[in-house]
């Protein structure tokens, strides 16, 4: 026995703070993909002559990309369980098409058709989940089902026609922006502060956090690396919301994407769900045999994701100021895309959220990107699915080196 | 009567066959007279399928040591594809039928009577209509696999065979999954087969068949021969070949143990299951068992007597249909519908697949001891790192999980260490009686011990331990109580005081 523990002393203390190289090979992956975003923005940055960074183009990314993150964020639960969503492109439509009729022709206060939109998402996603959970009918076979009948259902609703305008109030949850409280304006100090804030709270939270790694002699992040990283993640958070503060400061979007992707990371980190969740994607037949309710998880997994899909397409809606029977197509594509490029795994129980809303953001910046340089939609089609293939190839390369 | 002295169709000499850290075959012979049926029995493990795999080719030459020689002359197959062109067919277990593919496509699949790549089905059909009349099966060649019986595709197996030129046929206990009419048909054939010059080895537990087909009897026991015995010059009794096949000597040693045992823990009375596809199939038949506080309770049987089926119908109906019976705790009645129940009532049932049915391979070992029971360590739902870290940690130590920390993912184990995880998991749910299912399969010697250690110890702290495996000398040198099961049912019941292999044995092929 004190053979065992010697040996085990020597390799937990193998197991600490190792080599640069060493360690930069194991985590490839995941500095990998802030790497690439980074490499991406210079690059666009270079090509269009500084126009990417421009404040005005940086809200607009922002406010582009919201709801591909948005729905980033439940497909990324929905991917870990092991499944797949075709439908949410349409249920966007679906539901900005919803809103639309009772906000225009029946004149509602957004106070009741916001709520209302989220319920018919959630059960839209509860009712393709029951299929799935308990009748284990592929969620390919379902929400490519889904897909069809919302994008048709969304047509039979606007009757063919676009509707709309909408009242500011409900415009106010995409075009809106966080007032400033200080009453500067240029630059919008609440913003700024909130951006310095934002970026001191990760930094304690990644100081502490390390600490206790410490401690339990499981922090494997050489310090030059954890500085770096952390040093670069705040001082762009404090650039770009200055930059952001110098047009019009926070969109309302940006917040709520930024409380839902710190509330799905705590969830998917640290509560008895998410933990089950990855369970249930990396082995269903063990989670099913440790006591895990496998087909509710699985049930609750697509309702969540409806929700997000609804609250897409509110924003979607509100920022195009009327709902068209074209809205969010093919947006599950780049939803999907986004999940993977972020290194999610096809066959379940690998994934991040922080992965995904960088790979929803890598795909954004290209969109944008490529857009102003006026590249046609053509070849932005061949890029994104060359990347797309090329980040899932660097994945199962490294995996297959590590084993 | 056959000629003995006839040249032999197959000699396999000193076979040697190693895994990382097991021989499973050392110095096997195996010698098949031409035109007879040669009966090879043993335990399982003993190395029946390995050596029938080094015989096919499924393990390549010189992935073996030895000689093996066929119709005289020695052979080196690298695959499948070379045995059956020298005229071996081997059969397996488990049948490897297409099932939505017409009795006459599955006979000529890889081997298609075909011109050009486009397939001559008048052939096809005319060639299969004569193969099946030779296996006595009346089915027409367009009749679909998956609407015969288990029986019938047996047989279409075989046909199989025969329509590749078979000169030696091999069967993996081919009646294992038949009904007794089936079985003695099945028998007939090959007694026919013999007739025409077509030579076989049978792997069969049952002794009745053997005796009464064979030619000769080759016992296998922990890889190595152990006797080769000819039916025709000695009359051999059943008790001549279970000795041989269980020998007499214990082959490990087992910690030691006394016995402190308690009140009645877990009780199940007459517990039937149905087969979850096949409805009609019962599979466990009035199973009643107890196990006491403090007792080690062994559960022996062949593969497919439906141990396993029992303990997964019994943790949570996780297999099987029409359940019913009933389990009591403590003499009060249990609810055991869900696995969540079950656990919640005090049970806990550590599989026979670990891989498969009891770890997350991707996870960490941190994550997989706490899967079963995260409200442990969450308040609200929300996990309390530290303190999972901590429960973690504790579980390693005091089962000896070689990892560098509870943060390496499960897969980067070994197997006794990846049990000692599954047990971990199992333990933290602080069962009142543990299933563990074949829990040392796959481990080494060693690692064996520990389990073992760790199984005693659980008895110790008063907690009910059902062991089921099928390695019997383990089940003998563990249990206090040995349960024989049998084709679904309980076949006896034996103090561990008394049982012995012999006797096991005897209640199988028996019942």
Same mark, same amino acid.
């Given at each position: 026995?004190?053979?065992?523990?010697?040996?085990?002393?020597?390799?937990?203390?193998?197991?600490?703070?190792?080599?640069?190289?060493?360690?930069? %090979?194991?985590?490839?992956?995941?500095?990998?993909?802030?790497?690439?975003l980074v490499?991406?923005m210079a690059?666009f940055q270079?090509?269009t002559d500084g126009t990417l960074m421009r404040p005005v183009n940086l809200t607009n990314l922002v406010l582009q990309n919201s709801y591909?993150v948005i729905?980033?964020?439940?497909?990324?639960?929905?991917?870990?369980?092991?499944?797949?969503?075709?439908?949410? !492109?349409?249920?966007? !439509?679906?539901?900005?098409?919803?809103?639309?009729?009772?906000?225009?022709?029946?004149?509602?206060?957004p106070l009741?058709?916001i709520?209302?939109?989220?319920?018919?998402?959630?059960?839209?996603?509860?009712?393709?989940?029951?299929?799935?959970?308990?009748?284990? +009918?592929?969620?390919?076979?379902?929400?490519?089902?889904?897909?069809?009948?919302?994008?048709?259902?969304?047509?039979?609703?606007?009757?063919?026609?676009?509707?709309?305008p909408f009242p500011r109030s409900f415009q106010g949850l995409s075009t809106g922006f966080v007032p400033d409280l200080f009453g500067v304006g240029r630059p919008n100090v609440t913003a700024i502060l909130l951006g310095a804030a934002t970026a001191a709270i990760l930094v304690f939270m990644a100081v502490?956090?390390?600490?206790?790694?410490?401690?339990?002699?499981?922090?494997?992040?050489?310090?030059?690396?954890?500085?770096?990283?952390n040093g670069l993640i705040a001082a762009a958070i404090v650039f770009l919301s200055y930059m952001l503060a110098t047009y019009r400061g926070f969109p309302n979007v940006l917040i709520t994407m930024a409380v839902l992707t710190a509330a799905?990371?705590?969830?998917?980190?640290?509560?008895?769900?998410?933990?089950? +969740?990855?369970?249930?994607?990396?082995?269903?037949?063990?989670? %099913?045999?440790?006591?895990?309710?496998?087909?509710?998880?699985?049930?609750?997994?697509?309702?969540?994701?409806?929700?997000?899909?609804?609250l897409?397409?509110l924003i979607?809606?509100a920022r195009l100021n009327?709902?068209?029977? %074209?809205?969010?197509?093919?947006?599950?594509?780049?939803?999907?895309?986004?999940?993977?490029?972020?290194?999610?795994?096809?066959? !379940?129980?690998?994934? %991040?959220?922080?992965?995904?809303v960088?790979?929803?953001f +890598?795909?954004g910046v290209?969109?944008n990107g490529?857009?102003i340089?006026?590249? !046609?939609?053509?070849?932005?089609?061949? +890029?994104?699915?060359?990347?797309?293939?090329?980040?899932?190839?660097?994945?199962?390369?490294?995996?297959?080196?590590?084993? | 009567?056959?000629?003995?002295?006839?040249?032999?169709?197959?000699?396999?000499?000193?076979?040697?066959?190693?895994?990382?850290?097991?021989?499973?075959?050392?110095?096997?012979?195996?010698?098949?007279?031409?035109?007879?049926?040669?009966?090879?029995?043993?335990?399982?493990?003993?190395?029946?399928?390995?050596?029938?795999?080094?015989?096919?080719?499924?393990?390549?030459?010189?992935?073996?040591?030895?000689?093996?020689?066929?119709?005289?002359?020695?052979?080196?197959?690298?695959?499948?594809?070379?045995?059956?062109?020298?005229?071996?067919?081997?059969?397996?277990?488990?049948?490897?039928?297409? @099932?939505?593919?017409?009795?006459?496509?599955?006979?000529?699949?890889?081997?298609?009577?075909?011109?050009?790549?486009?397939?001559?089905? @008048?052939?096809?059909?005319?060639?299969?209509?004569?193969?099946?009349?030779?296996?006595?099966?009346?089915?027409?060649?367009?009749?679909?696999?998956?609407?015969?019986?288990?029986?019938?595709?047996?047989?279409?197996?075989?046909?199989?065979?025969?329509?590749?030129?078979?000169?030696?046929?091999?069967?993996?206990?081919?009646?294992?999954?038949?009904?007794?009419?089936?079985?003695?048909?099945?028998?007939?054939?090959?007694?026919? &087969?013999?007739?025409?010059?077509?030579?076989?080895? &049978?792997?069969?537990?049952?002794?009745?068949?053997?005796?009464?087909?064979?030619?000769?009897?080759?016992?296998?026991?922990?890889?190595?021969?152990?006797?080769?015995?000819?039916?025709?010059?000695?009359?051999?009794?059943?008790?001549?070949?279970?000795?041989?096949?269980?020998?007499?000597?214990?082959?490990?040693?087992?910690?030691?143990?006394?016995?402190?045992?308690?009140?009645?823990?877990?009780?199940?009375?007459?517990?039937?299951? *149905?087969?979850?596809?096949?409805?009609?199939?019962?599979?466990?038949?009035?199973?009643?068992?107890?196990?006491?506080?403090?007792?080690?309770?062994?559960?022996?049987?062949?593969?497919?007597?439906?141990?396993?089926?029992?303990?997964?119908? &019994?943790?949570?109906?996780?297999?099987?249909?029409?359940?019913?019976?009933?389990?009591?705790?403590?003499?009060?009645?249990?609810?055991?519908?869900?696995?969540?129940?079950?656990?919640?009532?005090?049970?806990?049932?550590?599989?026979?697949?670990?891989?498969?049915?009891?770890?997350?391979?991707?996870?960490?070992?941190?994550?997989?001891?706490?899967?079963?029971?995260?409200?442990?360590?969450?308040?609200?739902?929300?996990?309390?790192?530290?303190?999972?870290?901590?429960?973690?940690?504790?579980?390693?130590?005091?089962?000896?999980?070689?990892?560098?920390?509870?943060?390496?993912?499960?897969?980067?184990?070994?197997?006794?260490?990846?049990?000692?995880?599954? &047990?971990?998991? *199992?333990?933290?749910?602080?069962?009142?009686?543990?299933?563990?299912?074949? @829990?040392?399969?796959?481990?080494?010697?060693?690692?064996?011990?520990?389990?073992?250690?760790?199984?005693?110890?659980?008895?110790?702290?008063?907690?009910?331990?059902?062991?089921?495996?099928?390695?019997?000398?383990?089940?003998?040198?563990?249990?206090?109580?040995?349960?024989?099961?049998?084709?679904?049912?309980?076949?006896?019941?034996?103090?561990?005081?008394?049982?012995?292999?012999?006797?096991?044995?005897?209640?199988?092929?028996?019942?």
């Amino acid at each position: 026995m004190t053979e065992v523990s010697a040996r085990e002393r020597e390799t937990a203390a193998e197991g600490a703070v190792v080599s640069i190289g060493s360690h930069l %090979k194991n985590h490839l992956r995941d500095y990998g993909m802030l790497l690439a975003l980074v490499v991406i923005m210079a690059f666009f940055q270079v090509v269009t002559d500084g126009t990417l960074m421009r404040p005005v183009n940086l809200t607009n990314l922002v406010l582009q990309n919201s709801y591909i993150v948005i729905m980033a964020l439940g497909m990324l639960l929905v991917i870990v369980a092991g499944h797949i969503d075709l439908s949410v !492109g349409s249920v966007v !439509g679906f539901v900005g098409a919803v809103a639309a009729v009772m906000l225009v022709q029946y004149e509602l206060p957004p106070l009741v058709v916001i709520p209302a939109c989220l319920i018919l998402g959630m059960l839209i996603g509860a009712a393709q989940g029951y299929w799935i959970a308990y009748w284990r +009918i592929p969620s390919f076979i379902v929400t490519l089902a889904g897909m069809l009948v919302f994008r048709g259902l969304t047509l039979w609703v606007l009757q063919g026609q676009s509707v709309g305008p909408f009242p500011r109030s409900f415009q106010g949850l995409s075009t809106g922006f966080v007032p400033d409280l200080f009453g500067v304006g240029r630059p919008n100090v609440t913003a700024i502060l909130l951006g310095a804030a934002t970026a001191a709270i990760l930094v304690f939270m990644a100081v502490r956090n390390r600490r206790r790694h410490m401690k339990y002699g499981i922090e494997d992040e050489p310090f030059v690396f954890f500085a770096a990283k952390n040093g670069l993640i705040a001082a762009a958070i404090v650039f770009l919301s200055y930059m952001l503060a110098t047009y019009r400061g926070f969109p309302n979007v940006l917040i709520t994407m930024a409380v839902l992707t710190a509330a799905y990371t705590f969830l998917t980190n640290s509560t008895t769900v998410g933990r089950r +969740i990855y369970a249930l994607g990396g082995n269903e037949k063990a989670a %099913k045999l440790s006591g895990i309710p496998t087909e509710r998880l699985t049930f609750l997994t697509f309702a969540n994701m409806g929700m997000l899909a609804a609250l897409a397409g509110l924003i979607f809606a509100a920022r195009l100021n009327t709902a068209t029977p %074209k809205a969010g197509v093919a947006f599950e594509l780049d939803v999907i895309a986004a999940v993977f490029i972020g290194g999610a795994s096809m066959s !379940g129980g690998v994934g %991040k959220i922080v992965g995904a809303v960088v790979g929803a953001f +890598i795909m954004g910046v290209m969109n944008n990107g490529m857009s102003i340089l006026g590249i !046609g939609i053509d070849y932005q089609q061949v +890029i994104k699915g060359l990347v797309l293939l090329a980040a899932v190839i660097f994945d199962v390369y490294n995996k297959n080196k590590s084993t | 009567m056959k000629n003995i002295h006839m040249q032999p169709i197959l000699e396999m000499h000193g076979i040697t066959k190693s895994f990382p850290g097991v021989k499973a075959l050392d110095d096997v012979n195996l010698t098949v007279a031409r035109g007879e049926i040669h009966a090879l029995v043993g335990e399982n493990g003993a190395g029946k399928s390995t050596l029938m795999k080094v015989l096919s080719g499924v393990y390549p030459h010189g992935s073996y040591d030895g000689d093996i020689v066929f119709e005289g002359k020695p052979v080196a197959f690298s695959g499948i594809s070379d045995s059956e062109r020298d005229g071996i067919i081997i059969i397996h277990q488990e049948l490897a039928l297409v @099932p939505l593919l017409s009795i006459a496509e599955n006979i000529f699949l890889g081997s298609e009577i075909a011109r050009g790549g486009v397939v001559d089905w @008048p052939e096809t059909n005319a060639r299969t209509e004569t193969l099946l009349k030779t296996v006595g099966l009346r089915e027409k060649p367009v009749t679909r696999v998956d609407t015969l019986g288990v029986g019938k595709q047996q047989l279409v197996e075989i046909a199989k065979a025969l329509s590749k030129k078979v000169k030696l046929l091999i069967l993996d206990e081919p009646t294992a999954a038949l009904q007794e009419n089936d079985s003695q048909k099945l028998l007939d054939l090959l007694l026919e &087969l013999k007739a025409e010059g077509i030579s076989s080895v &049978l792997i069969s537990h049952k002794l009745n068949e053997v005796s009464r087909v064979a030619d000769s009897i080759t016992v296998l026991r922990d890889g190595k021969t152990v006797s080769t015995l000819d039916c025709h010059s000695e009359k051999i009794s059943e008790e001549r070949i279970i000795r041989d096949m269980v020998g007499r000597d214990m082959a490990h040693r087992y910690p030691e143990r006394t016995p402190e045992i308690g009140e009645t823990l877990l009780e199940v009375s007459d517990w039937n299951v *149905w087969h979850p596809l096949h409805t009609e199939r019962q599979v466990i038949r009035g199973a009643s068992f107890r196990v006491a506080a403090g007792e080690v309770v062994g559960i022996a049987g062949l593969m497919g007597s439906g141990r396993t089926e029992l303990a997964m119908s &019994l943790f949570g109906k996780s297999y099987g249909r029409n359940i019913s019976g009933t389990v009591k705790l403590r003499g009060k009645e249990i609810d055991v519908s869900t696995v969540g129940r079950a656990v919640a009532n005090g049970l806990a049932y550590v599989t026979e697949d670990r891989k498969a049915l009891g770890l997350v391979l991707e996870e960490d070992v941190m994550r997989n001891t706490t899967l079963a029971n995260l409200a442990r360590v969450s308040k609200n739902g929300v996990i309390n790192n530290a303190e999972e870290r901590q429960v973690a940690e504790r579980y390693r130590k005091a089962l000896g999980v070689r990892t560098p920390s509870v943060f390496q993912k499960v897969m980067n184990l070994s197997g006794g260490n990846q049990q000692k995880v599954v &047990l971990s998991k *199992w333990l933290f749910t602080e069962p009142d009686v543990l299933v563990l299912d074949e @829990p040392t399969r796959g481990i080494d010697v060693g690692a064996k011990f520990e389990i073992y250690t760790i199984i005693n110890e659980l008895a110790g702290q008063g907690k009910g331990v059902v062991m089921i495996s099928s390695e019997m000398p383990e089940l003998l040198g563990m249990c206090d109580r040995i349960y024989v099961m049998n084709e679904g049912a309980i076949a006896g019941e034996l103090k561990g005081s008394e049982a012995n292999q012999e006797k096991i044995m005897s209640m199988i092929v028996r019942s």
